[in-house]
């Protein structure tokens, strides 16, 4: 079997392991539990997971209350600037005392409170506790950091090593088809060969951040990136502002007054194709956060339904269909970032598109 592929299964068995761990350590306290609790436990797992947090949490042997992963530094503006690691809340059980000021975690929001951990309430069961300006370093946060700086030391190292050689080594030889895929087959058919060349540096970088940070979500560090919706919020607008940025007259002419159609048609067109300016990104952003989103909560599913059926025929089953979905992940992952890569060069090529009108 060849290399790559030992290593994605290795990569699947490792994330069903640590998530298989958790959950028979949560069922280990409760001996032969209800199967209705059990399908609590695993909707709470995979909540946890899918949200951020403020710090990367493995699992928890329930016997003794002891969570093991590493905590990440908390950033607060709150009459002051406040530092400290997220440790201090204890997994939000404890409250954290800095600079005589108090603060919760509760739902994977801060809040201040007292040396009590006073809680307030509206009507809707909503908690009203003032909140500090948070600029934290959460899970999302850390791994986005961690992805773009190692993109750019191998990245660097890919550029100098064609100072003095044609052909790229070690990394550089991974990468580089890649690298002609995305100009080949993504850049100049949809922005065409005049001007695709300005759009290289964004297209390449949304590619691989979006490839790597996908795989990154697949290890068992309950790292969700791309399917938190602030994300692909932020990588939808930066190709929407370069788009409306680098347009050329043509683009907006066909928005606002669109050449060759009868004026009753262009007055009723206008508004239809000025929100299309708006649906596209829209588009963008949801579909990469709700097929990464999709994909974790299939793939934990079929792990939790291994602890709901009792049928060892079954739970070997389940757990061939969790592995096969694994490795189908690794192709998703890929397959999102072309698809957001390939619609930008797509909306690039509409706004820098020239016409000729007879």
Known sequence: MHKKTLQSLLLSLIFIGVFTFNLSASNTEHGEAENADVKTEIKEDIKHHLQDGYDFHLFTDKETNTHYGFPLPVILIDNGLKVFLSSKFHHGEEIAEVDGNFYMLSHGHIYKTDAEGAVNYDEEGHITNEKPLDFSITKNVFSALFVAILMFFLFS????????????????????????????????????????????????????????????????????VTGNIAVTFALALMTFLITQVTANSNYWKHIFWMPGVPVPMKIILAPI??????????????????????????????????????????????????????????????????????????????????????
């Open 273 to 358: 194709e000025l929100l299309g300016v708006f649906i596209k990104p829209f588009a963008l952003m949801i579909r990469l956060y709700a097929n990464i989103s999709a994909g974790h909560i299939v793939l934990m599913s079929l792990i939790g339904l291994l602890f709901v059926f009792h049928n060892w025929f079954a739970r070997g089953a389940f757990l061939g269909l969790t592995l096969f979905l694994s490795v189908i992940e690794l192709l998703v992952a890929f397959l999102q970032a072309y698809i957001f890569t390939m619609l930008s060069a797509l909306y690039f090529g509409f706004a820098v598109e020239e016409h000729e009108h007879h």
């Open 157 to 224: 190292s890919m550029a100098k090593s064609y100072k003095t050689n044609a052909i790229p080594k070690g990394f550089g030889r991974f990468v580089e088809p890649l690298v002609v895929f995305v100009r080949d087959e993504i850049a100049i058919p949809n922005i065409g060969e005049k001007h695709y060349r300005k759009y290289m540096g964004f297209l390449l970088t949304i590619f691989f951040f979006i490839w790597i940070v996908n795989l990154v979500g697949l290890t068992p560090l309950g790292i969700n």
